[in-house]
Each structure stands twice: as structure tokens, then as C-alpha cells.
């Protein structure tokens, strides 16, 4: 019996590590001043260009592209072809981060 509970007590903490880990893989995709900003500005202007984004924040759009990129790989942002430029928006997820940050 003993035997039985320190295998199920290892695949608990197995299964909290995984869960950690998932947890700050996606942390780290917001845990930055601009990123925080560019959830916000997104949130409220869903639809925006690397450019439009660069542009209301006044930094330059490999910075932007590189913060998107980011944000894209945690699943906070998706992005769409729209002709000529590149439209980014929040997913769900990156939604429901927003709406925690502001409670904080």
C-alpha cells in the first residue's frame, strides 16, 4: 500500500511541475512593460500592424516584431494577412491575461 501512495504522490508532483512550467512559459510572454502595453493597446484596438502598433508606443518596428513574436509563440496574440500588412489581435487567452493584469 505504501508502495502504491509514493507512486501517485510522484505523479501529482510530476503533473504540478508540467503545469508550472506551462504556467511561466506563458508568463514570460507578458512578464515585459511593453508587452503589458501592447496587451492593452490590442485589446482596445484589436486588428493593428506591426507599424500601427510602433507607431502609438513611439519605438521602432523590430522591436514591436520582436515583442509580437513573442507574444504569438505563448499564445497571447494571433495574427492575420490582411493584403499587404499583417493584422494582430488577442486570443482568447491573451484576453483573459489582460483582464488579470488589470486586477492586479
Known amino acids: 500500500m505504501k508502495m502504491i501512495d ?7 508532483k510530476k503533473v504540478k511541475i ?3 512550467n506551462q504556467l511561466e512559459y506563458i508568463v514570460k510572454g ?3 512593460k511593453r ?9 482596445q484596438n484589436p486588428e493593428l500592424s506591426v507599424s500601427e502598433v510602433a507607431e502609438n ?4 518596428f523590430v522591436s514591436v516584431s520582436n515583442h509580437l513574436s513573442k507574444m504569438m509563440s505563448r499564445g497571447l496574440v494571433m495574427k492575420r494577412n490582411d493584403k ?5 489581435a488577442l486570443t482568447r487567452k491573451g484576453r483573459k491575461v ?5 486586477i492586479l
Open 57 to 60: 508606443f513611439n519605438i521602432n
Open 30 to 32: 507578458f512578464a515585459n
Open 35 to 43: 508587452r503589458i502595453n501592447i496587451l492593452f493597446l490590442l485589446e
Open 6 to 12: 509514493d507512486e501517485r504522490n510522484n505523479e501529482v
Open 18 to 20: 508540467k503545469k508550472a
Open 84 to 88: 499587404k500588412e499583417v493584422r494582430h
Open 98 to 102: 489582460a483582464d488579470f493584469l488589470k
